[in-house]
């Protein structure tokens, strides 16, 4: 039986990346969308809070894209 969506998405190696990858992405889109704020000190709660779930997004594209690869490859050996 092949393992479902939740247990390859739980996986240690797919949720490593997803760390990285949201990581270096969230930064990047958390400089973007608020650098000017973090770098004169005004953050208030609501763009702490914002910049934190700029985060999620990359992590929850990274952990479905990884899932569908694992997936594909799974199928082409299944038909070889």
């Given at each position: ?18 760390l990285r990858i ?27 809070l914002k910049c ?12 479905y894209s990884s ?14």
């Amino acid at each position: 039986m092949a393992p479902t969506f939740w247990q390859i998405a739980l996986e240690t190696s797919v949720r490593k990346r997803a760390l990285r990858i949201s990581l270096i992405v969230g930064s990047v889109i958390a400089l973007i969308n608020h650098g000017d704020r973090m770098i004169m000190g005004t953050m208030d709660v609501v763009a702490v809070l914002k910049c934190i779930m700029t985060y999620g997004v990359p992590y929850a594209v990274s952990t479905y894209s990884s899932v569908m690869a694992v997936r594909d490859r799974q199928q082409i050996l299944d038909e070889s």
